[in-house]
Protein backbone atom coordinates (compact mmCIF):
# COMPACT_ATOMS: atom_id res chain seq x y z
CA UNK A 1 0.00 0.00 0.00
CA UNK A 2 2.95 2.25 0.94
CA UNK A 3 4.97 1.73 -2.08
CA UNK A 4 1.67 2.22 -4.06
CA UNK A 5 1.36 5.80 -2.92
CA UNK A 6 5.03 6.09 -3.53
CA UNK A 7 4.34 4.97 -6.91
CA UNK A 8 1.48 7.69 -7.67
CA UNK A 9 4.09 10.36 -5.98
CA UNK A 10 6.69 9.37 -7.92
CA UNK A 11 4.97 9.06 -11.45
CA UNK A 12 3.30 12.78 -10.61
CA UNK A 13 6.45 14.28 -10.22
CA UNK A 14 7.98 13.02 -13.65
CA UNK A 15 4.46 13.71 -15.23
CA UNK A 16 4.94 17.75 -13.99
CA UNK A 17 8.54 17.72 -14.95
CA UNK A 18 7.96 16.25 -18.40
CA UNK A 19 4.65 18.50 -18.99
CA UNK A 20 6.59 21.70 -17.99
CA UNK A 21 9.09 20.56 -20.39
CA UNK A 22 7.07 20.09 -23.42
CA UNK A 23 6.49 23.70 -23.32
CA UNK A 24 10.20 24.33 -22.94
CA UNK A 25 9.76 22.17 -26.08
CA UNK A 26 7.64 24.05 -28.17
CA UNK A 27 4.09 23.80 -27.16
CA UNK A 28 1.46 26.53 -25.94
CA UNK A 29 2.17 27.85 -22.74
CA UNK A 30 0.60 26.04 -19.62
CA UNK A 31 -0.13 23.34 -22.24
CA UNK A 32 2.78 20.45 -21.76
CA UNK A 33 -0.14 18.49 -22.00
CA UNK A 34 -4.16 18.65 -22.59
CA UNK A 35 -6.23 15.80 -23.31
CA UNK A 36 -9.18 17.98 -24.16
CA UNK A 37 -7.22 20.45 -26.48
CA UNK A 38 -4.91 17.36 -28.31
CA UNK A 39 -8.21 15.63 -29.10
CA UNK A 40 -9.46 18.69 -30.30
CA UNK A 41 -6.48 19.66 -32.16
CA UNK A 42 -6.77 16.06 -33.91
CA UNK A 43 -9.85 16.32 -34.95
CA UNK A 44 -9.55 19.50 -36.56
CA UNK A 45 -6.76 17.69 -38.48
CA UNK A 46 -8.51 14.82 -39.86
CA UNK A 47 -10.93 17.68 -41.14
CA UNK A 48 -13.70 17.03 -38.25
CA UNK A 49 -13.96 20.92 -37.55
CA UNK A 50 -12.26 23.93 -39.68
CA UNK A 51 -11.05 25.80 -37.01
CA UNK A 52 -7.72 27.08 -38.35
CA UNK A 53 -5.86 28.10 -35.51
CA UNK A 54 -6.39 24.50 -33.82
CA UNK A 55 -5.01 21.81 -36.00
CA UNK A 56 -2.91 19.12 -35.52
CA UNK A 57 -2.28 15.50 -34.49
CA UNK A 58 -1.04 15.83 -31.56
CA UNK A 59 1.72 13.15 -30.51
CA UNK A 60 1.28 12.66 -27.29
CA UNK A 61 -2.43 11.40 -27.54
CA UNK A 62 -0.78 8.55 -29.69
CA UNK A 63 2.12 7.92 -26.92
CA UNK A 64 -0.43 8.18 -24.27
CA UNK A 65 -2.37 5.62 -25.87
CA UNK A 66 0.81 3.01 -27.04
CA UNK A 67 2.41 3.69 -23.53
CA UNK A 68 -0.58 2.54 -22.13
CA UNK A 69 -1.00 -0.28 -24.17
CA UNK A 70 2.62 -1.74 -23.99
CA UNK A 71 2.76 -1.47 -20.88
CA UNK A 72 -0.30 -3.54 -19.90
CA UNK A 73 0.56 -5.82 -22.65
CA UNK A 74 4.18 -6.38 -20.94
CA UNK A 75 2.10 -6.85 -17.34
CA UNK A 76 -0.27 -9.02 -18.75
CA UNK A 77 -3.10 -6.33 -17.84
CA UNK A 78 -4.04 -5.95 -21.72
CA UNK A 79 -8.02 -7.34 -22.02
CA UNK A 80 -10.44 -6.45 -24.51
CA UNK A 81 -13.75 -5.93 -22.53
CA UNK A 82 -16.58 -3.50 -23.95
CA UNK A 83 -20.56 -3.47 -23.89
CA UNK A 84 -21.19 -1.51 -21.48
CA UNK A 85 -23.26 1.40 -22.26
CA UNK A 86 -20.79 2.70 -25.37
CA UNK A 87 -24.10 5.16 -26.66
CA UNK A 88 -24.21 6.81 -23.30
CA UNK A 89 -20.81 7.11 -22.81
CA UNK A 90 -20.68 8.53 -26.32
CA UNK A 91 -22.76 11.11 -25.44
CA UNK A 92 -21.46 11.67 -22.01
CA UNK A 93 -18.08 12.57 -23.45
CA UNK A 94 -19.55 14.51 -26.01
CA UNK A 95 -21.13 16.93 -22.78
CA UNK A 96 -17.75 16.30 -20.85
CA UNK A 97 -15.30 18.04 -23.94
CA UNK A 98 -17.86 20.88 -24.36
CA UNK A 99 -17.53 21.36 -21.08
CA UNK A 100 -13.74 21.71 -21.06
CA UNK A 101 -13.85 23.73 -24.49
CA UNK A 102 -15.67 25.86 -22.10
CA UNK A 103 -12.96 26.33 -19.97
CA UNK A 104 -10.03 25.58 -22.45
CA UNK A 105 -8.57 22.44 -20.98
CA UNK A 106 -9.12 19.23 -19.73
CA UNK A 107 -8.42 18.28 -15.70
CA UNK A 108 -4.82 17.70 -16.64
CA UNK A 109 -4.52 21.19 -18.00
CA UNK A 110 -6.36 22.59 -14.81
CA UNK A 111 -3.48 21.94 -12.73
CA UNK A 112 -1.31 22.33 -15.54
CA UNK A 113 -2.45 25.99 -15.53
CA UNK A 114 -2.64 26.32 -11.74
CA UNK A 115 1.15 25.54 -11.93
CA UNK A 116 1.42 28.60 -14.64
CA UNK A 117 0.10 30.80 -11.84
CA UNK A 118 -3.78 31.04 -13.81
CA UNK A 119 -6.05 32.33 -11.05
CA UNK A 120 -8.81 31.16 -13.68
CA UNK A 121 -8.14 27.94 -13.31
CA UNK A 122 -9.65 28.41 -9.47
CA UNK A 123 -12.71 28.49 -10.29
CA UNK A 124 -12.27 25.85 -12.64
CA UNK A 125 -10.78 23.88 -9.75
CA UNK A 126 -13.97 24.38 -7.98
CA UNK A 127 -16.40 23.60 -10.46
CA UNK A 128 -14.65 20.51 -11.17
CA UNK A 129 -14.63 19.38 -7.53
CA UNK A 130 -18.56 19.98 -7.41
CA UNK A 131 -19.16 18.09 -10.62
CA UNK A 132 -17.35 15.35 -9.15
CA UNK A 133 -19.42 15.40 -5.68
CA UNK A 134 -22.77 15.96 -7.83
CA UNK A 135 -21.32 12.32 -9.93
CA UNK A 136 -20.30 10.78 -6.21
CA UNK A 137 -24.08 11.63 -4.93
CA UNK A 138 -25.54 9.35 -8.14
CA UNK A 139 -22.46 6.71 -7.67
CA UNK A 140 -24.06 6.57 -3.44
CA UNK A 141 -27.77 6.04 -5.34
CA UNK A 142 -27.09 3.16 -7.03
CA UNK A 143 -25.76 4.27 -10.49
CA UNK A 144 -24.23 1.95 -12.81
CA UNK A 145 -23.60 1.68 -16.86
CA UNK A 146 -23.80 -2.25 -16.08
CA UNK A 147 -21.34 -4.43 -16.47
CA UNK A 148 -18.32 -4.91 -19.48
CA UNK A 149 -18.05 -8.11 -21.29
CA UNK A 150 -14.82 -10.07 -22.93
CA UNK A 151 -14.33 -9.17 -26.30
CA UNK A 152 -12.29 -10.77 -29.15
CA UNK A 153 -9.17 -9.39 -29.20
CA UNK A 154 -9.01 -7.55 -32.08
CA UNK A 155 -11.35 -5.53 -30.91
CA UNK A 156 -9.55 -4.61 -28.04
CA UNK A 157 -6.34 -3.89 -30.42
CA UNK A 158 -7.82 -1.46 -33.10
CA UNK A 159 -7.94 1.67 -31.22
CA UNK A 160 -4.23 1.38 -30.45
CA UNK A 161 -3.37 0.59 -33.82
CA UNK A 162 -5.54 3.75 -34.97
CA UNK A 163 -2.87 5.85 -33.18
CA UNK A 164 -0.36 4.30 -35.42
CA UNK A 165 -2.29 5.24 -38.59
CA UNK A 166 -2.14 8.56 -36.95
CA UNK A 167 1.36 8.35 -36.63
CA UNK A 168 1.87 7.57 -39.94
CA UNK A 169 -0.80 10.76 -41.04
CA UNK A 170 1.41 13.47 -39.21
CA UNK A 171 5.00 11.98 -40.29
CA UNK A 172 3.83 11.74 -43.81
CA UNK A 173 1.53 14.89 -43.98
CA UNK A 174 -0.46 14.02 -46.64
CA UNK A 175 -2.17 17.40 -48.56
CA UNK A 176 -5.93 16.20 -46.56
CA UNK A 177 -4.33 16.19 -43.56
CA UNK A 178 -4.57 20.08 -42.23
CA UNK A 179 -1.90 21.54 -39.97
CA UNK A 180 -2.57 24.82 -38.51
CA UNK A 181 0.32 27.84 -39.40
CA UNK A 182 -0.89 30.12 -36.70
CA UNK A 183 -2.38 29.91 -33.20
CA UNK A 184 -1.78 27.00 -30.68
CA UNK A 185 -2.36 24.29 -33.37
CA UNK A 186 0.57 25.80 -34.96
CA UNK A 187 3.01 25.38 -31.42
CA UNK A 188 4.20 22.03 -30.76
CA UNK A 189 7.85 20.46 -29.46
CA UNK A 190 8.89 18.17 -32.13
CA UNK A 191 7.19 14.96 -33.25
CA UNK A 192 9.59 12.54 -31.12
CA UNK A 193 10.18 14.55 -28.28
CA UNK A 194 5.99 14.63 -28.01
CA UNK A 195 5.57 10.59 -29.04
CA UNK A 196 8.34 10.10 -26.25
CA UNK A 197 6.51 12.12 -23.68
CA UNK A 198 3.56 10.59 -24.55
CA UNK A 199 4.68 7.26 -24.34
CA UNK A 200 6.24 7.74 -20.94
CA UNK A 201 3.06 9.41 -19.25
CA UNK A 202 0.84 6.98 -20.72
CA UNK A 203 2.66 3.64 -19.40
CA UNK A 204 3.49 6.06 -16.08
CA UNK A 205 -0.70 6.41 -16.22
CA UNK A 206 -1.29 2.89 -16.38
CA UNK A 207 0.90 1.53 -13.89
CA UNK A 208 -0.57 4.21 -11.20
CA UNK A 209 -3.71 4.50 -12.57
CA UNK A 210 -3.67 7.96 -12.44
CA UNK A 211 -6.57 9.62 -12.48
CA UNK A 212 -7.90 13.30 -12.12
CA UNK A 213 -11.39 13.16 -11.80
CA UNK A 214 -10.47 9.48 -9.57
CA UNK A 215 -8.79 11.27 -6.77
CA UNK A 216 -11.23 13.60 -5.54
CA UNK A 217 -13.87 10.72 -5.96
CA UNK A 218 -12.34 8.31 -4.04
CA UNK A 219 -11.12 11.51 -1.41
CA UNK A 220 -14.80 11.67 -0.82
CA UNK A 221 -16.19 8.29 -1.45
CA UNK A 222 -13.50 6.13 0.79
CA UNK A 223 -11.42 8.80 2.38
CA UNK A 224 -8.56 7.15 0.45
CA UNK A 225 -6.11 10.28 -0.56
CA UNK A 226 -3.85 8.14 -2.74
CA UNK A 227 -4.80 9.30 -6.44
CA UNK A 228 -5.19 12.62 -5.01
CA UNK A 229 -1.43 12.66 -4.13
CA UNK A 230 -0.57 12.39 -7.73
CA UNK A 231 -2.47 15.17 -8.64
CA UNK A 232 -0.55 17.52 -6.21
CA UNK A 233 2.68 16.07 -7.23
CA UNK A 234 2.35 16.69 -10.77
CA UNK A 235 1.13 20.42 -9.53
CA UNK A 236 4.20 20.57 -6.88
CA UNK A 237 6.89 19.69 -10.26
CA UNK A 238 4.99 21.57 -12.60
CA UNK A 239 5.05 24.38 -10.98
CA UNK A 240 8.83 23.75 -9.43
CA UNK A 241 10.09 23.20 -13.02
CA UNK A 242 8.45 26.31 -14.33
CA UNK A 243 10.54 28.34 -11.80
CA UNK A 244 13.51 26.94 -12.69
CA UNK A 245 12.42 27.44 -16.59
CA UNK A 246 11.69 30.78 -16.33
CA UNK A 247 15.15 31.35 -14.23
CA UNK A 248 17.24 29.44 -16.94
CA UNK A 249 15.60 31.03 -19.75
CA UNK A 250 14.91 34.60 -18.70
CA UNK A 251 11.35 33.62 -20.22
CA UNK A 252 8.48 33.84 -17.57
CA UNK A 253 6.80 30.15 -17.55
CA UNK A 254 5.33 30.85 -13.96
CA UNK A 255 2.78 34.07 -14.34
CA UNK A 256 0.60 34.84 -11.34
CA UNK A 257 -2.31 36.51 -11.93
CA UNK A 258 -6.10 35.97 -13.78
CA UNK A 259 -5.77 38.42 -17.15
CA UNK A 260 -3.95 38.01 -20.08
CA UNK A 261 -3.20 34.37 -19.70
CA UNK A 262 -2.52 32.32 -22.19
CA UNK A 263 -5.29 30.20 -24.29
CA UNK A 264 -7.75 31.14 -21.45
CA UNK A 265 -10.62 33.56 -20.59
CA UNK A 266 -11.61 35.77 -17.38
CA UNK A 267 -15.15 34.60 -16.75
CA UNK A 268 -15.04 32.84 -13.43
CA UNK A 269 -18.64 31.60 -13.37
CA UNK A 270 -18.40 29.86 -16.92
CA UNK A 271 -14.91 28.38 -15.82
CA UNK A 272 -16.50 26.56 -13.15
CA UNK A 273 -19.98 25.61 -14.96
CA UNK A 274 -17.90 24.15 -17.41
CA UNK A 275 -15.40 22.15 -15.03
CA UNK A 276 -18.32 21.22 -13.40
CA UNK A 277 -20.06 19.60 -16.49
CA UNK A 278 -16.91 17.73 -17.22
CA UNK A 279 -16.12 16.71 -13.65
CA UNK A 280 -19.76 15.14 -13.38
CA UNK A 281 -19.21 13.55 -16.80
CA UNK A 282 -16.02 12.32 -15.67
CA UNK A 283 -17.49 10.51 -12.42
CA UNK A 284 -20.51 8.78 -14.60
CA UNK A 285 -17.90 7.42 -17.08
CA UNK A 286 -15.58 6.31 -14.75
CA UNK A 287 -12.64 8.58 -15.21
CA UNK A 288 -10.88 11.68 -16.72
CA UNK A 289 -9.74 12.13 -20.66
CA UNK A 290 -6.39 10.79 -19.90
CA UNK A 291 -7.53 7.88 -18.13
CA UNK A 292 -10.26 6.97 -20.91
CA UNK A 293 -6.70 7.14 -23.07
CA UNK A 294 -4.74 4.78 -21.05
CA UNK A 295 -8.23 2.35 -20.74
CA UNK A 296 -8.44 2.66 -24.31
CA UNK A 297 -5.02 1.34 -24.63
CA UNK A 298 -5.54 -1.45 -22.33
CA UNK A 299 -8.44 -2.60 -24.53
CA UNK A 300 -11.42 -1.57 -22.85
CA UNK A 301 -13.48 -0.51 -26.15
CA UNK A 302 -15.90 1.32 -24.01
CA UNK A 303 -12.77 3.70 -23.21
CA UNK A 304 -12.05 3.86 -27.00
CA UNK A 305 -15.78 4.74 -27.59
CA UNK A 306 -15.71 7.93 -25.16
CA UNK A 307 -12.26 8.98 -26.73
CA UNK A 308 -14.01 8.64 -30.00
CA UNK A 309 -17.15 10.76 -28.28
CA UNK A 310 -14.72 13.19 -26.83
CA UNK A 311 -13.40 13.85 -30.24
CA UNK A 312 -16.87 14.37 -31.58
CA UNK A 313 -17.40 16.46 -29.11
CA UNK A 314 -14.22 18.80 -29.95
CA UNK A 315 -15.93 18.98 -33.60
CA UNK A 316 -19.30 20.04 -32.63
CA UNK A 317 -18.27 22.29 -30.07
CA UNK A 318 -16.08 23.90 -32.91
CA UNK A 319 -18.64 24.09 -35.71
CA UNK A 320 -21.53 25.32 -33.69
CA UNK A 321 -19.27 27.93 -32.06
CA UNK A 322 -19.57 26.33 -28.68
CA UNK A 323 -15.73 26.73 -27.73
CA UNK A 324 -13.99 29.61 -25.97
CA UNK A 325 -11.88 31.64 -27.22
CA UNK A 326 -8.89 34.23 -24.98
CA UNK A 327 -12.30 36.28 -25.12
CA UNK A 328 -14.35 34.65 -22.88
CA UNK A 329 -17.52 32.59 -23.37
CA UNK A 330 -19.73 32.29 -26.57
CA UNK A 331 -23.36 32.17 -25.81
CA UNK A 332 -23.76 29.29 -27.72
CA UNK A 333 -21.64 27.79 -25.39
CA UNK A 334 -23.14 28.92 -22.51
CA UNK A 335 -26.61 27.35 -23.36
CA UNK A 336 -24.50 24.20 -24.38
CA UNK A 337 -23.03 23.87 -21.12
CA UNK A 338 -26.56 24.07 -19.32
CA UNK A 339 -27.57 21.84 -21.97
CA UNK A 340 -25.14 19.22 -21.23
CA UNK A 341 -25.10 19.30 -17.17
CA UNK A 342 -29.38 18.69 -17.90
CA UNK A 343 -28.60 16.08 -20.15
CA UNK A 344 -25.79 14.32 -17.76
CA UNK A 345 -28.09 14.50 -14.94
CA UNK A 346 -31.05 13.06 -16.92
CA UNK A 347 -28.11 10.35 -17.73
CA UNK A 348 -27.58 9.86 -13.98
CA UNK A 349 -30.63 9.80 -12.38
CA UNK A 350 -32.08 7.18 -15.41
CA UNK A 351 -29.09 5.03 -15.07
CA UNK A 352 -29.70 4.69 -10.77
CA UNK A 353 -31.51 1.84 -9.30
CA UNK A 354 -33.05 2.68 -5.74
CA UNK A 355 -30.80 4.48 -2.72
CA UNK A 356 -28.43 1.70 -2.28
CA UNK A 357 -26.81 3.11 1.08
CA UNK B 1 -9.85 -14.85 10.55
CA UNK B 2 -9.63 -15.01 6.87
CA UNK B 3 -8.95 -12.01 4.65
CA UNK B 4 -10.92 -11.91 1.01
CA UNK B 5 -11.52 -8.87 -1.32
CA UNK B 6 -14.14 -9.02 -3.48
CA UNK B 7 -13.72 -6.81 -7.27
CA UNK B 8 -16.79 -5.75 -9.07
CA UNK B 9 -18.10 -3.96 -12.72
CA UNK B 10 -19.40 -1.07 -10.51
CA UNK B 11 -19.59 1.07 -7.39
CA UNK B 12 -23.29 0.34 -6.98
CA UNK B 13 -22.10 -4.25 -7.09
CA UNK B 14 -20.34 -3.42 -4.37
CA UNK B 15 -22.54 -1.26 -2.12
CA UNK B 16 -25.06 -4.56 -2.60
CA UNK B 17 -22.46 -7.08 -1.43
CA UNK B 18 -21.14 -5.07 1.39
CA UNK B 19 -24.93 -4.16 2.65
CA UNK B 20 -25.61 -8.81 2.05
CA UNK B 21 -22.45 -9.22 3.94
CA UNK B 22 -23.78 -6.99 6.89
CA UNK B 23 -27.08 -8.80 7.11
CA UNK B 24 -24.85 -12.33 7.30
CA UNK B 25 -22.88 -10.55 10.44
CA UNK B 26 -19.20 -10.82 8.14
CA UNK B 27 -17.13 -7.94 8.61
CA UNK B 28 -16.41 -5.92 5.36
CA UNK B 29 -14.72 -2.41 4.39
CA UNK B 30 -15.22 -0.54 0.94
CA UNK B 31 -12.33 0.74 -0.75
CA UNK B 32 -10.87 0.99 -4.07
CA UNK B 33 -9.36 -2.04 -5.98
CA UNK B 34 -5.77 -2.57 -4.52
CA UNK B 35 -3.01 -2.12 -7.83
CA UNK B 36 -1.60 -5.37 -7.30
CA UNK B 37 -4.74 -7.22 -7.56
CA UNK B 38 -6.17 -5.17 -10.50
CA UNK B 39 -5.51 -2.65 -13.26
CA UNK B 40 -8.90 -1.24 -12.45
CA UNK B 41 -9.97 1.68 -10.80
CA UNK B 42 -13.03 0.21 -9.28
CA UNK B 43 -14.98 -0.07 -6.24
CA UNK B 44 -14.02 -3.34 -3.77
CA UNK B 45 -15.04 -4.71 -0.84
CA UNK B 46 -12.52 -6.73 1.84
CA UNK B 47 -14.26 -9.13 4.25
CA UNK B 48 -13.45 -11.20 6.63
CA UNK B 49 -14.81 -14.70 7.41
CA UNK B 50 -14.41 -17.39 10.28
CA UNK B 51 -15.35 -20.31 8.31
CA UNK B 52 -13.83 -21.66 4.90
CA UNK B 53 -14.97 -19.36 1.60
CA UNK B 54 -18.10 -21.04 -0.11
CA UNK B 55 -20.62 -19.29 -2.91
CA UNK B 56 -23.54 -20.14 -0.90
CA UNK B 57 -22.18 -18.72 1.91
CA UNK B 58 -22.47 -15.42 0.50
CA UNK B 59 -24.94 -13.44 -1.72
CA UNK B 60 -22.82 -13.13 -5.24
CA UNK B 61 -24.67 -10.30 -7.49
CA UNK B 62 -24.61 -9.88 -11.12
CA UNK B 63 -21.66 -6.98 -10.65
CA UNK B 64 -19.40 -9.15 -8.62
CA UNK B 65 -16.34 -9.54 -10.46
CA UNK B 66 -14.20 -11.67 -8.45
CA UNK B 67 -13.39 -13.02 -5.05
CA UNK B 68 -9.58 -13.64 -3.89
CA UNK B 69 -8.30 -14.74 -0.38
CA UNK B 70 -5.54 -12.32 0.87
CA UNK B 71 -2.21 -14.27 1.48
CA UNK B 72 0.32 -11.32 2.73
CA UNK B 73 1.16 -9.71 -0.19
CA UNK B 74 -0.63 -12.10 -2.59
CA UNK B 75 -4.03 -13.13 -3.78
CA UNK B 76 -5.48 -16.82 -4.27
CA UNK B 77 -8.22 -16.98 -6.53
CA UNK B 78 -11.37 -18.59 -5.17
CA UNK B 79 -14.29 -17.20 -7.56
CA UNK B 80 -14.58 -15.02 -11.04
CA UNK B 81 -17.68 -14.59 -12.76
CA UNK B 82 -18.56 -15.86 -16.39
CA UNK B 83 -16.79 -13.07 -18.97
Same mark, same amino acid.
Given at each position: ???? /?? %?????? +????????? +?????? !??????????????????????????????????????????????????? /?????????????? %??????????????????? +?????? &??? %??????????????????????? @?? /????????????????????? $????????????????????????????????????????? #?? $???????? &?????????????????????????????????????? !?????? =?????????????????????????????????????????? %?????????????????????????? #??????????????? @????????????? | ?????????????????? /????????????? =??????????? @?????????????????????????????????????????
Amino acid at each position: MKNE /KK %AIVAAG +LVIGVISAL +LVFFGN !PVNMGFCIACFLRDTAGALGFHSAPVVQYIRPEIIGLVLGACIMAMVSGEF /KARGGSAPVTRFIL %AVFVMIGCLMFLGCPFRMI +LRLAGG &DGN %AIFGFVGFALGIFAGVFFLKRGY @TL /KRSYKMPALEGQLFPVLQIVF $LILLVAAPAFIHFSTEGPGSLHASIWIALAAGLIVGGLAQK #TR $LCMVGGIR &DAVLFREWKLLMGFVAIFASALVMNLILGAVTGTPFFN !PGFAGQ =PVAHTDGLWNALGMFLAGFGCVLLGGCPLRQLVLSGEGNTDS %AVTVIGLMVGAAVAHNFGLASSGEGP #TSNGKIAVIIGIAVV @TVIAFMNSRKKAD | MTEYIATFYSHYGAVCFK /KNCEKLGIGTKIM =PVPRNLSSSCG @TCVRFWMEQEFSEAALELNEELEQIVQVEGDSYRALYRSEE
